[in-house]
């Protein structure tokens, strides 16, 4: 079977220097800032309440409503693709897993970035890695009113998960009212392997809001369905034919995993099937100079997938199990590798916020109080495939209990502290305590869930109480210092692994740490039109529930948490150097930040255990380059370019010394973004994008070298195209492409390839 090359990889490096030096020259504009043009492209964004930007000690963007129509973007996580140095692994369109990446945090260290819609966390201190990604349905992507990515833990408003950075979303809630409608459809052509075949969804999203008198009200329904390319492709290690192997005549595709081994392809995880709805209810209320609002969101998520076998026999007949030879090379297959698995998950939550001025004392408080709840997270497994003739009912079943989370923040600010003009002051208390129980089950009948054999029960509790505190000074008319310290009391409890069928208890003890995190900003300000700022912190991680408490037994592996974890200690820098020019800024950033005991899952690749094992140091430098400009050469066009360099290495890992000066893992050396729009009238524009990554590595010992194939971190250049007409003063019409090109890439699973979409929307 042939296998399609990728796009040429000279067309991919040769856009990406393009990139870099669109970034790099200064912006063909007055190089003087208009008065009106004095702050950042950030500050145009309109809100209903002021928003006091306590966090100026980290470098930040914002995005817009505007931005966010340039892109094609069927759930919100779009949006960010193409923010500074920052990565989300969205694989496929409904993908529930989409981790987030940013800085010196990888995608896979989904405990070190935060993300909050409105105040409340999406973001899960249960999981890590795959398991671990924010909670991104819970927000629909035309709920969006605008979104801030902030940098690095230098702001003590933030924990140490934080180290990567913040998104922090602000949605809609009408002050008059409003009846919106969209519907889309998207369609992937995909080809890999024995993959090749048309893959196809659509969402509706219908909206209401109105209101009466001081209360506000929006409500809406997000309904997604789609079917993704496949996630897994199965491989088999190739070694002597054995005695009365089944020939394969057709269907075996023989190559390399992704560490250069010799092996035969036998088939894929079949399409990600998914669907989708979230419902919200949201109130606001305004009482004088308070504001207060209330959020329900019910999600409700159902996820299949039915593998695809390419092997066949002379006869025509699928090949499931036992000895086989393909073209002299002999080969087991296994028929586990074709069961089939059926996720639902249903999630609810609940958050409230309140805000407004104390008194006349110049103090504002801020309140948001949310719960995170699984009402239901069960998946169904076979052991067989259903078309294996040796098929029977028989397989597993796994079910989260008592898991979410519950989170508290009050937070009192003042821009005039102890009566001064010149000096600003933020304090908070911050809570949070975090669940997770699993149960698996073996199962007689696994097609209606029966629980037939309890096999394994694991769970365990962390909670966090936190204190903060930051000052700022303006004590020159060119300079600004601001101090800053958290204090965290962390604690785990109740963590637990049972075996049931060897009546096998372990009964972790409960433990406390505490971290103490002080951060330090100094700004100068040599010119209106130039800013210089330099920022220190020290930020403490502490583990979350999986790395602690959640171990598994399988016949062929097993994942082993460490109770006895210590948390992450990092010491982060940051340099910004930037220059306001007409209708937008230029920045640099240099950061630098090194982190002791980072948490990783490693292998011991004799005995297939795999547990988190603390990296001694890891050392990563970066610098960073933003552009962000509209109207261009006074022209009707917006250009938003970023390139990041980053050096992240191991420097001290004592559980395997030979990793030791190897490039950390999905930490690409390169990454760069462009989104340019041409508004082509009053009532058309049109968007190009691109996204760059250069390869890197998915294991500490970066053995995995093999580009574009199942389980490579490869490069990628993707080209995306989009096109808006505002047909009338209530609708609009859109079309777009992703992967404009076509590049096949690989972030361990398959990128996905040339999409097409179609959207309409009204509104009322």
Known sequence: MPVRLSAPRFRRHAIAAGLLAAVGAPAAADSAPAAADTQRMADVVVRDTAVIP???????????????????????????????????????????????????????????TMVFADGMPLHSLLETRWSGAPRWGL???????????????????????????VVNMKTKLPTQRVLHAEAASFHQQFDHLGADQTYSGHREYLAFGDAFGDLRLFVFHNHLENKGQPQTFRSRSVGAPAG????????????????????????????????????????????????????????????????????????????????????????????????????????LQLGVGLEGPLGASGWTLETNLSHFDVLKDHTRSS????????????????????????????????ERFAGRDDMNFVTGYHFDRNSLAIDSYDSTDYTVGAKSVHDQTTGGKTRTHAAFAQWGWDFAPQWDVALGARYEQWQTYDGFYYKHKSAALLDFDDRDATGFSPKFSLGFRPADAWQLRYSLGRAYRFPIVEELFSNEEKINSSTIANAHLRPEVGIHHNLMVERLITHGFVRANLFHETVKDAIWSQTDVINSVST?????????????????????????????????????????????????????????????????????????????????????????????????????????????LKATWRATRNGHLAVGIDNLFNDEAFVAHPWPQRTLYVEGKLSF
């Open 383 to 414: 052991n067989k495939n259903p078309d294996d003739p040796t098929y029977t009912t028989a397989g597993s079943v796994s079910d989260y209990e008592d898991t979410g989370w519950l989170s508290l923040d009050v937070k009192a600010r003042t």
């Open 244 to 347: 009365g192997a089944t020939v394969i005549a057709d269907g075996a595709v023989r190559g390399r995993d992704s560490q250069s081994n010799d092996v035969i392809w036998v088939g894929d995880s079949g399409p990600a099937a998914t669907l989708t709805d979230l419902t919200k209810f949201k109130l606001g209320y305004t009482l004088g100079e308070w504001q207060a609002t209330a959020t329900v969101a019910y999600e409700d998520r159902d996820w299949r997938t039915r593998p695809t076998n390419y092997l066949r026999d002379a006869a025509g007949n699928t090949v499931w199990s036992g000895n086989a030879v393909y073209n002299g090379a002999g080969f087991s297959v296994s028929s586990s590798h074709f069961a089939v698995s059926d996720q639902i998950r249903q999630t």
């Open 612 to 720: 988190f094992l603390p990296v001694d140091k890891v050392r990563t430098t970066g610098l960073e380059l933003v552009l962000q400009q509209n109207r261009v050469f006074a022209l009707p066009v917006d250009v938003n370019a970023n390139i990041t360099w980053t050096d992240s290495k191991i420097v001290k890992n004592g559980a395997d010394p030979s990793t030791e000066g190897k490039r950390f893992p999905r930490m690409p050396r390169w990454r760069a973004n462009l989104l340019t729009t041409w508004h082509a009238g009053d009532t058309f524009d049109t968007s190009l994008g691109i996204r760059y990554a250069s390869k890197n590595y998915g294991n500490l010992d970066n053995s995995d070298k093999e580009t574009n194939v199942y389980g490579a971190q490869d490069d990628y250049l993707f080209v995306d």
């Open 139 to 165: 927000v629909a992507a035309d709920e969006l009113e605008s979104a801030e990515v902030i940098y690095g833990p230098f702001s003590a408003e933030y924990s140490g998960n934080a180290m990567g950075g």
């Open 54 to 112: 306590t966090h100026f000690t980290s470098p930040s963007v914002l995005i817009g409503p505007e931005q966010a129509e340039q892109v094609n973007a069927t759930t919100v996580e779009d949006v960010f693709k193409h923010a500074p140095s920052l990565i989300i692994r969205k694989r496929y369109i409904g993908d529930s897993n989409g981790t987030v990446g940013m800085r010196g945090a990888n995608m896979f260290q989904t405990a070190r």
